[in-house]
């Protein structure tokens, strides 16, 4: 599985995803949908009624060969659907905990992520170089408007105006714990990263 992770703020987040949508890109926010269809965001004006939703799967016609395929479950009697993780597509995973800025001011990692095969109608797909290309693509764009900050034994992207907004109080980064379960300060890594 190829995967960055990163902490970007909602702002970051929208320009991110405007700078999807002006290659053609679609969004499919990952939620509970009350019938067997899932919304398709094609404009940044269709995302302020999912600025909550912490899941999107991003299509584009130059890798995505297939709808993505719907699993269903019962919540209090009552049939709810959602978008199979790796069914159908192919698709780019992009996870991001919007939720908690919104609420707690705080930032959380997120991550966008491929898969090395997917399943299409229940046959097992390798991803093809065009997603490949396409979410590597996406990958550099965050990668520019972030700081790389080595922490756990793991990378992690830092998105600048995330430093910034952490740096003048305005939101607190969730942050880490190491294998000893000590805390490890994120902003304090990201500050010596920028120098």
Request: charge should be positive.
């Amino acid at each position: 599985m190829a995967q960055l992770d990163f902490y970007l703020s909602i702002e970051e987040r929208n320009i991110f995803f405007q700078y999807c949508m002006e290659r053609g890109c679609v969004l499919i926010p990952g939620i509970h949908y009350p019938q067997k269809e899932y919304a398709i965001l094609k404009s940044s004006k269709g995302l302020m009624e999912y600025k909550n939703c912490t899941q999107f799967f991003i299509l584009n016609d130059a890798y995505t060969t297939h709808p993505l395929e719907m699993g269903t479950f019962k919540k209090n009697d009552t049939d709810l659907f959602f978008v199979r993780q790796r069914y159908g597509g192919f698709a780019i995973d992009f996870v991001s905990p919007a939720l908690a800025e919104i609420n707690n001011n705080r930032i959380g990692p997120g991550s966008i992520s491929i898969y090395p095969f997917y399943y299409i109608k229940n046959e097992k797909s390798y991803s093809t170089e065009e997603l490949k290309a396409f979410y590597t693509t996406l990958v550099k764009f965050i990668k520019k408007m972030c700081v790389k900050v080595s922490a756990i034994n793991r990378t992690y992207w830092l998105g600048n105006e995330t430093i910034e907004l952490a740096k003048q109080k305005k939101l607190t980064l969730v942050n880490l714990l190491d294998i000893n379960r000590n805390e490890v300060d994120m902003l304090e890594l990201a500050v010596l990263s920028q120098k």
